[in-house]
Nanobody
Framework: QVQLVESGGGAVQAGGSLRLSCAAS????????MGWFRQAPGKERDFVAA????????AYADSVKGRFTISRNNTENTVYLQMNSLKPEDTATYYC?????????????????WGQGTPITVSS
């Protein structure tokens, strides 16, 4: 059973930074495109960022472009989300997801495996 375990969430003041990690196991990590999504209370789960299996291509939601950076380490089977200049509207539970294949995707239905999520609260 594939496992994705997120960590690094917590509470931070507006303007602060956090770095999320997602450790993957029981899969050939370098063959999977990875994504980060987030879900605020009462809202849909939305795309945040994605990275191709090689790490050579990335994509971001407009709302986080220029503030968040996705990266991966295929030796350590981990994907990261560096979040800077955080805003109260970034408050949500953040999920990492995996899909088999080299390409990155931004739609939720294209991802097969999901982590349990890590909550982030940004206070003003």
């Amino acid at each position: 059973q594939v496992q994705l375990v997120e960590s690094g969430g917590g509470a931070v003041q507006a303007g602060g930074s956090l770095r999320l990690s997602c450790a993957a196991s029981r899969l050939t990590f370098s063959m999977y495109g990875m994504g980060w999504f987030r879900q605020a209370p009462g809202k849909e789960r939305d795309f945040v960022a994605a990275i191709s299996s090689s790490g050579g291509s990335t994509a971001y939601a407009d709302s986080v472009k220029g503030r968040f950076t996705i990266s991966r380490n295929n030796t350590e089977n981990t994907v990261y989300l560096q979040m800077n200049s955080l805003k109260p509207e970034d408050t949500a539970t953040y999920y990492c997801a995996a899909r088999l294949g080299p390409l990155l995707r931004s739609t939720r239905r294209e991802y097969t495996y999901w982590g349990q999520g890590t909550p982030i609260t940004v206070s003003s």
